[in-house]
Structure formats: C-alpha cells, structure tokens
C-alpha cells in the first residue's frame, strides 16, 4: 500500500527533466503540466503522455481502493501488468510529444566526446518512468503474496 500511495505522489514531484528550461523550470512535475499549460494544447500536442499519465494514475487510484475493498490476487496482478506495460511504452514513445509541445519540435543533443548529435533529448522522463514501473512491479510481486486472497 505504501508503494502504491508513493506512485501517487509522483504526480506532485518534478521529476521530468527539461533542457534547455522552459519558463524558467528545469524539472516539472505531472501535476506542474497541467497546471500551467491548457489541457487542450496538452492533448493536441502531448497526447500521448497525457494519456499514458492518465492511465497509470488512474490505475494506482483502483489499486489503492482495491487494496482497502477487496485485496484480489488477479485483479491486483492484472493492474500491475497492465501498469507497467503502459508505463514501458510511455518512457518508449510518449517522450517526444512532451519534448515537441514545451519546444516546438524535438531538440538536438550534442555528444562532443563522439562528435555526434542526438535528436530528442530535450525532455527527460525517464526518473518518473523508472519510478512508475517500479511501483507497477512492486504490485504485481504483491499480488503473488499468498495472504491477500485468504479471508
């Protein structure tokens, strides 16, 4: 239950890097997003994190519930599953739609040790993806305990 409320949490923590800043901020959080910029251009321009977001968040919120009302092996294993799945594919595609809508178009990053340049490193969300599907990992190896079906 715990790492399910510290999920939760990392809706309020800065933990998506930008680079350059924007608006003066190099970390944002979820919950700074969409705070600060109109759902509308969020969904038109980063629809694909703003519904990866969503689904993760909303998934944490039935887990917790879950937990209280009825601790369910399957269901509890089937939201941390699907959780991490939607996370992975989150910190693999839905990147570059934040990076386009804060920049207008992926940044390049140059590696001067390589003599190479990178496309699409403005936006890091990789710190809030790796805690997400920690989160989502620790749920699925919660619902193989054997205590939460016994009455």
Same mark, same amino acid.
């Given at each position: 239950? &715990?790492?399910?409320?510290?999920? =939760?949490?990392?809706?309020?923590?800065?933990?998506i890097?930008?680079?350059?800043? +924007? /608006?003066?901020?190099?970390?944002?959080? +979820?919950?700074?997003?969409?705070?600060r910029?109109d !759902?509308? &251009?969020? =969904?038109?321009?980063?629809?694909?994190?703003? !519904?990866?977001?969503?689904?993760?968040?909303v !998934?944490? =919120?039935?887990?917790?519930?879950? /937990?209280?009302?009825?601790?369910?092996?399957?269901?509890l294993?089937t939201?941390?599953?699907?959780?991490?799945?939607?996370?992975? !594919?989150?910190?693999?595609?839905?990147?570059?739609?934040?990076?386009? /809508?804060?920049?207008?178009?992926?940044?390049?990053f140059?590696?001067?040790?390589?003599?190479?340049t +990178?496309?699409?490193?403005?936006?890091?969300?990789?710190?809030l993806?790796?805690?997400?599907?920690?989160? /989502?990992? +620790?749920?699925?190896? =919660?619902?193989?305990?054997?205590?939460?079906?016994?009455p």
């Amino acid at each position: 239950m &715990v790492s399910v409320a510290f999920g =939760l949490t990392t809706f309020f923590i800065p933990l998506i890097d930008t680079n350059p800043a +924007v /608006m003066g901020n190099l970390r944002w959080s +979820v919950f700074d997003l969409l705070q600060r910029f109109d !759902l509308e &251009v969020l =969904l038109n321009k980063a629809g694909g994190f703003v !519904l990866s977001a969503a689904v993760i968040y909303v !998934l944490l =919120l039935v887990a917790l519930v879950a /937990m209280f009302v009825s601790p369910s092996q399957k269901f509890l294993g089937t939201i941390g599953v699907a959780g991490a799945a939607v996370t992975y !594919l989150a910190f693999r595609f839905a990147g570059g739609d934040l990076e386009r /809508m804060l920049y207008g178009s992926l940044q390049d990053f140059r590696i001067p040790r390589f003599g190479i340049t +990178v496309t699409g490193r403005g936006v890091g969300i990789g710190q809030l993806m790796f805690l997400l599907l920690g989160v /989502m990992l +620790v749920i699925v190896f =919660l619902s193989r305990s054997p205590s939460l079906d016994e009455p």
